[in-house]
């Protein structure tokens, strides 16, 4: 059934092209059989640079694929793209949770109704689960590069991030900071400034997605770490960090790989991992995170520092928004 634009929805989801068509198609599988498209409605964001992403709206037809040109003379880094597109997703949804996931990832079963669920809870921001589907010492690498701190055994309580793999946002909370993400979405500067304003994370682990991602070349790996941390420090700089904080950062990352493997390490130990695995994901996770602290130091050598997306320019931009 249509759903007129007068109705409240539920829940919206926001699935963001990474992958392709194919991954597309597979998340899509799995959410269509769990959404109820008369409350709730889910989002598919591409461009010029995805467009045959496009092509599946007549398999998926009660999906919404929304098609957003880039305005960019010049193709964007690719962690650009994808934030471009969730911003896309996020202007349009209408739901009064808001929930975010990408291709790479394949929801659980009851993936949506959880989400509702944690949201009964009072916390604006809540992420879920992160588990690695695709056993490989490369997949694993990668897996506890980015999502370690996520995976099962977690317990339920109060965090510092969450993943924009696996993220739902009550919609009142999100406005507050919508001019940081109105063009393009950085799950850093958005979750540091709702922090800003008061709000808190909170990790559920009922919410739960497999990160199920083809394994690329080593390569490619490097080259998306490299432009991985380039945004992060970017994005770093530019919530509050002065000339001094920019040289003491980029004094330090000659220690991240060690720092960030020994958290590698941690959380292996803390899923209970063997011996034998972790012998062999370590080595290809030193390689990754070392092209992570190159991207790292490049962004706080050449990143430009922009009031826009500040931690105090967000307070100000809520504060107006209480008044009016």
């Given amino acids: ?91 349009i949804a209408r739901g009064r949770v808001v929930a975010m996931t990408e291709d790479y990832a394949v929801p659980a079963k009851d993936w949506c109704s959880q989400i509702l669920a944690c949201h009964e809870q009072d916390y604006p921001i809540i992420g879920g689960a992160i588990d690695n589907e695709v056993d490989h010492p490369l997949n694993w690498a990668l897996y506890y590069c980015d999502f370690g701190r996520y995976g099962r055994p977690l317990a339920p309580g109060e965090a510092k991030y969450a993943s924009d793999v696996n993220i739902a946002y009550k919609r009142d909370a999100l406005n507050q900071v919508r001019s940081i993400w109105r063009e393009s979405y950085q799950e850093t500067s958005v979750n540091w400034g709702l922090q800003a304003l008061g709000k808190k994370i909170f990790l559920d682990p009922r919410m739960l997605v497999f990160e199920n991602r083809p394994t690329l070349s080593v390569r490619d790996l490097i080259r998306e770490r490299i432009q991985w941390g ?14 001094p904080q920019r040289v003491l950062f980029a004094a330090v990352t000659p220690f991240l790989p060690l720092l960030l493997l020994a958290r590698v ?9 063997s011996a034998k695995q972790v012998a062999q994901t370590l080595p290809w996770a030193s390689l990754l995170l070392f092209g992570w602290a190159i991207g790292e130091f490049a962004g706080y050598v050449f990143g430009a520092v922009s009031d826009k997306g500040s931690v105090t320019q967000i307070i100000t931009d809520a504060q107006e928004c209480q008044r009016t």
């Fill in 1 to 91: 059934m249509p759903i007129s634009d007068s109705q409240t929805l539920s829940l919206s989801v926001v699935v963001t092209v990474v992958g392709g068509k194919e991954l597309v198609a597979r998340c899509l599988n799995e959410l269509c059989n769990q959404i109820d498209f008369r409350t709730a409605e889910v989002i598919v964001p591409y461009d010029q640079y995805s467009k045959n992403v496009g092509d599946l709206a007549t398999q998926f037809s009660q999906v919404q694929f929304h098609y957003t040109p880039s305005d960019c003379e010049v193709r964007p880094i690719e962690h650009d793209l994808y934030d471009r597109r969730r911003a896309a997703g996020l202007n």
């Fill in 230 to 243: 380039r945004v992060f420090a970017r994005t770093r700089i530019a919530v509050g960090g002065g000339r």
């Fill in 265 to 273: 390490c941690k959380h292996m130990l803390r899923q209970h991992r």
